[in-house]
């Protein structure tokens, strides 16, 4: 069953008179339960899909549907309550909230969803101890490397359990052994629970693992290949 869907859409960007077409009408489906990645070289359009696929940018023509809803049809309060229950990121820079630890920042999550602080903090332990970080549960961002921020990351992500996780370049800032072991706990997620994930990357052992890779240039899928991957 269709989760994500695009029917024909258009990204302009508009920067002092300049315009610039980042995708070019794209139709893309994917299915419940992928482990997907979008690949292609930089400027490829990558980024501007995931973002919105994510709803965290909107079209200039053509369709988003998230569980067969038009995002465009969503109010704005709508879209955020979309990608509080149904959507999951992890981003590139992390974008853990500094002020908090490890802990908290796996809880706001579950804060904005209204659940209980017991409940919140339970929760929180139990994904940092599933990410092996049950140690940094009181560390904050600045105190972590890399690899350890980017799991607590990856805990927030499926703290809220989502439908669809959405990775934009989730390996760029870290070594290979440390990418490795994240993308296997991503794949193990997604074996066991069901969840659907969604890479933007160019990173060989994203793609390694990836068993559907959709391949984008110049804002338009040029193809698509699945199984082993060939560098």
Known sequence: MSILRTVAVQKTYSTRGIETQALNGVD???EAGEFTALAGPSGSGKTTLLNLLGALDVPTSGKVLLDEEDLASLTS????ERRL???GFVFQAYNLIPVLNAAENVEFVLELQGIKPHERRQRASQ???RVG???MAKKRPPEMSGGQQQRVAVARAIASEPQVILADEPTANLDSTTARNLLDLM???NQEEG???LFSSHDPLVLEKAKRRI???DGLIEGEEQGPYKT
């Open 195 to 197: 969840t659907t994930f």
């Open 28 to 30: 893309l489906t994917i």
């Open 77 to 80: 309060a709508e879209l955020s």
């Open 127 to 129: 994904l940092l101890e």
């Open 133 to 135: 970080l049950a140690e």
């Open 215 to 217: 391949l984008l240039r």
């Open 187 to 189: 794949q193990q997620l």
């Open 85 to 87: 229950h149904k959507l």
